[in-house]
């Protein structure tokens, strides 16, 4: 029975070995867990901002006087040139969608045990231009706000924040016209369903913060709303 057992173990890690051969991305050394793109040595590298765990942290300052923001949250700082940027590079340009995934399991862990984030509702991603999902094939930010919110418990929804893809045509037309796309950016659909919601925006990277403030835009008509974000990397 109990060689039985042990022969059971041995064939289980030996095909686990066969078929998991899965190389860090950083230092393309042997990783230790299915689906964690990184070596343990390269994770302990990652600059955490630990911005889950208290108020008044640097994200959420960035924000003050543009954004009336409830809670805001990043796993890691953005630094020019480091890990950082290739991780990020990695989701983007490289295929590698899963890997906001991975990022968003690991902050969503955080933000559970913080309790900062107790009174979120539904988790949207900030959607990509239609012609840029299209050349990418997937939204990024939409795989790290599904774990985001299946990790937290929360709602997931694809189908209320929209990005205008006239808006970005107008760009040329002056200050005016300028400001007006820039306030007609984004568009939500049944506001009706989001009174009185709170509502946490998930985003791989905020540099200037300006794309969520114009995300930001459409939701002030709604009573009663509450927003927060939530990204990977930050640049403070
Ligand atoms: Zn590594």
Known sequence: ?????????????????????????????????????????????????????????????????????????????????????????????????????????????????????????????????PEKKRQRGYNQSAYFGRALAETMGKEFRNDLLFRNTNAGSQTKKGRTARMYAIENEYSIKDEHF?????????DDVITSGATLESACTPFWNVQGIRLSFACIAFTP
């Open 1 to 129: 029975m109990l060689i039985n057992k042990y022969l059971r173990q041995l064939f289980f890690k030996e095909s686990f070995e066969l078929f998991f051969s899965e190389t860090c991305l950083n230092c393309h050394n042997r990783v230790e867990e299915p689906n964690f793109f990184l070596c343990y040595i390269c994770m302990s590298e990652i600059p955490l901002t630990h911005h889950s765990f208290y108020t008044d942290n640097l994200l959420e300052i960035s924000f003050k006087g543009r954004v009336n923001l409830f809670s805001g949250t990043s796993l890691m700082y953005f630094e020019k040139g480091g890990l950082v940027q290739k991780i990020l590079f990695e989701i983007k340009y490289n295929q590698k969608p899963l890997l906001a995934s991975f990022f968003g399991r690991w902050l969503g862990a955080q933000m559970l045990e913080s309790r900062r984030f107790e009174s979120v509702d539904l988790i949207l991603p900030l959607p990509l231009h």
């Open 194 to 202: 989001l009174i009185n919601r709170h509502v946490l925006i998930a």
